[in-house]
């Protein structure tokens, strides 16, 4: 899957494996939101952010019907590991469940919350949420970047 906003100037690659793993969370989260974080590496020329792979929710992560409070338990650990790869936190990922892919005012608090993390080293972290349910699902993707944020479109 690939995204972009209309000036082109965001560019996020999500791959299959990711996507569909994020769908398995979701069908086995039933009507919980559940969620985990990005994972990949930017291109050679830093236009297009690849998403290689997600995590899972970790563990003591919180769940509810209406919000989900990611915990950050091994995530420390893995993402230190993954960065002397080369591969790098990109943002976050959350479902919806039977609602809209549009990101919620706690949503997007959050992730301007995180653009700001410099313990990060991630000044423009992207949100992907999934919506709707196994008859129905919806994506979206967007970056957080100098206090705003952008709605990519799926192109393909």
């Known amino acids: 899957m690939f995204f972009e906003d209309e000036n ?13 793993q994020m769908i398995s969370y979701c069908r086995n989260s039933n009507s919980y ?30 769940y509810s019907k209406c919000s989900f409070h990611r915990a ?3 995530l420390k650990e893995l993402l230190d590991t993954l960065w002397n790869q080369g591969i790098y ?9 039977n609602s809209s892919a549009v990101p919620s005012y706690v949503d997007l608090k959050q992730m301007f919350a995180l653009s ?7 000044p423009e972290p992207i949100l992907i949420i999934i919506g709707g349910n196994e008859k129905d699902w919806r994506i979206s993707a967007s970056i957080f970047s100098n206090g705003r944020y952008v709605c990519l479109e799926l192109v393909k």
């Open 89 to 97: 936190y990109l943002g976050e990922w959350h479902y919806h469940p």
């Open 72 to 74: 950050s338990s091994g």
């Open 116 to 122: 700001n993390n410099t313990d990060l080293k991630c």
């Open 8 to 20: 082109q100037l965001y560019n996020i690659y999500l791959c299959k494996e990711s996507y569909d």
């Open 33 to 62: 939101e559940t969620g985990g974080v990005l994972i990949g590496n930017y291109s050679h020329n830093h236009k297009i952010a690849n998403v290689l792979q997600i995590t899972p929710p970790p563990k003591n992560s919180k």
